[in-house]
């Protein structure tokens, strides 16, 4: 029998199942209703607020930087060019700007900061003792290098006059810094597998040294009425006097203090609600379908999943071919690879891969449960999903294609708009971002369509109702991407991406991954509307508590202020809370889908269920454990921008995201798919399974996580700049740390993503065959 539909009041002799199947079946409290409007309502209003202290707390870029004598040195449209120049090069898929970008290149305003420091230290040397500063004694070397802060971090800037005055040393510096570069992108084996000259005119050196020059005076100069730097002293660098601030300490410190608070309150909570299980006692009826009686489009949301197999192994094989670039940029087994496939590309795709078919994977899941939310195949509806999939492969196709051509440079003054942005996650042309757009509001249009049934039904209106909402989050908080331009002050930017990168990802992809996963344990008559229902709402209240406000914590070296360090360090330690809740409940979701009977819907979808738990693990590990690690603002201080962020960013958007898109495949294959099939194809699936878990422990066990600590030891030791820069990455001990990863890709390539395209081809044609 249905938990939901008991109705008898418990006496005092009846048992604690029969206590909890009646507290099942009375309706949920409006209280989490109030708690979850409160939860977004307070977070968005904060968010908010942070977002608009960017345009105030950016720091300026002067209308004309010039040097003691008042000759003009750059502009501020010098800056903004030199900004655009970075991206259509797709540098930010080399490099880093304070601390955002990729990872075989330097950080570009880092390098720049220090050779400014070294610069100094020169001059000042030859004016006091007329010779260099490494022909001085320790005592020497000592006192000029303890001037050299004390003359960068003096802000010389008017801003009556919005003019940046240099002094002798840093005007030289600037002068030197075109030549610098020329040599970076002279050769791949320089700059991490880049074109050879990728950028080597003298304007377009230029343009590129006052960008990075400007960004580098942000980050020394104090803001005004303060003792921190715009970029709250990042870089590390104690040449130039930048070191961590107070606040940094300060604020890590009670961001434990929120979240061991946090922890306790949700444990206590829980504790006093022992029913708020991912089971029920009493199963409710499972209502999946057979594969005789899947529907049309069902049916044909088969090829949306050999899609995601096609794209996920190319995601994969891409991936192999940036970590070859890693450990050795310079030749790819006599074969000079940059002449077609430069790292720059090679990243971007990687990126956009990984989100195309993330997303595939998740619309088809979409789909599918809406149909069987709906109960009935609606006229046209197998159409429309057929149109979808033309307009999802076109943005797809289209835009990877666009992408390559605007870094081969075949429309430059057009690449904004048709071929690479340029910013990192969100590189596509602005054009296909529109496309995206309008695409994933029709998906949410036929989605809602095949939904609409089960909102007439009082029993499944509420939790359909919350599939909808989840669905329409999508694409409506994907419009801040469209919200700037190559121009836009990178503070302001910065801000914007993280709107897409954390929250629409992190936040609005989490609920919907959710609600989905409640969705299919409903269908498979795991768990009760209700408890369903609960499961998501409490999810909602956890990730949102933190999650909002959190998404600052990728804004504390972007330009904004403590302001921002300090809420967000707080809240995005709550982040861990719900990963917490959800290992410590690990083992009902285990326990509910092991104890079944042959034949029965839990052994059907066995495979689904295992991705599903893989999403839990990688969850706490990836998202909580490694998430936590770089989050709090003193670690993520030294660490931003080292192989610790890829090493969290494989854990927790492959292993999260990447496997429950795969679970939602699994679970359409499987629909689609009779016994005796579906058994002559489940060990490829069985294979991918584990060869994707293991190959990802192996990728972050023996690469990632090694690789990352040996630069945090690095930038604590000899400065970020320096953790960084070629000398170290390029070094014998990086080097064999980059090659230590290819095991790890080999085992995820060819046992996880080519047996489960293999699988999805294989459930195609059997489906077409049988049609």
Known sequence: MNADSHSSTPGPNQSEETIKQVSNSKPLSNWWKILIAFVMVYGFTMLIIITCKAYDDKPPIPAQVVDENGNTLFTKEDVQKGQELFLRNGLMDNGTVWGHGAYLGPDFPALTLNRMGKTTQNMLSEKAYNKPFTELNSSEQALITSQVPSILKENRYDPKSDTLTFTPYEAVAFKDEPAHWKEYFRTPVNNGGLKANLIETDKDLHLLSSYFTWAAWASVVPRPGEDYSYTNNFPYDNLVGNLPHAGAYVWSVASVIFLLGGIGLILFILGKNPDWEWHSNTLAKPQTITPSQISPS????????????????????????????????????????????????????HLQLAIFWIATGFAAGGLFLARMLGGIEFKGQRLLTNILF????????????????????????????????????????????????????????????????????????????????????????????????????????????????????????????????????????????????????????????????????????????????????????????????????????????DNSQEGSSVVKFKWTLRYLMAVGFWNFLGAGVFGFLINMPIVSYFEIGTYLTPNHGHAAMFGVFGFLALGLCTFVLREACDDTFWHKIEKYIATAFWGLNIGLLMMIVCSLLPGGFAQIWDAINNGYWHARSSEFTRSEMMSLIGWLRMPGDLVFIIFGAIPFLFASVRVFFHYMKKK
């Not at 970590?323 to 590309?345: E, M, N, W």
């Not at 496309?435 to 609409?452: D, E, M, N, P, T």
């Open 298 to 349: 069902q049916g044909s949301l088969i090829k949306f999943v050999v899609v995601v197999g096609i794209l996920f192994l190319a995601q994969t094989l891409v991936g192999g071919g940036i970590a070859h670039y890693q450990a050795d940029p310079g030749d790819f087994y006599g074969f000079d690879l940059t002449l077609i496939f430069p790292s720059s590309l090679l990243r971007t795709w």
């Open 390 to 593: 033309i307009a999802f492969a076109i943005v797809i196709f289209g835009s990877l294609l666009s992408e390559w051509a605007g870094l081969s440079r075949w429309w430059q003054d057009a690449s904004f708009w048709l071929g690479s942005q340029g910013w990192e996650y969100l590189e596509l042309g602005r054009i296909w971002q529109y496309l995206l757009i309008v695409g994933l509001l029709a998906w949410f249009v036929v989605v809602a369509r095949a939904s609409k049934p089960a909102l007439q039904n009082r029993e499944t209106r509420p939790l359909t109702r919350m599939f909808l909402v989840a669905a329409f989050a999508i694409p409506f908080f994907y419009l801040p991407a469209i919200f700037f331009t190559g121009q836009t002050h990178y503070t302001v930017v910065d801000t914007w991406r993280f709107w897409i990168i954390h929250l629409w990802v992190e936040g609005f992809f989490e609920l919907f991954a959710t609600t989905m996963v409640a969705l299919i344990f409903v269908e498979l008559g795991l768990i009760s509307r209700k408890i369903g229902l609960r499961i998501i709402y409490l999810d909602a209240i956890l990730i949102f508590m933190g999650g909002i406000i959190g998404t600052g914590h990728h804004w504390y070296f972007s330009g904004q202020s403590q302001f921002n360090m300090a809420l967000s360090g707080c809240f995005s330690a709550l982040e861990v809370v719900p990963l917490v809740i959800l290992c410590m409940q690990g083992y009902s979701f285990i326990k509910t889908a």
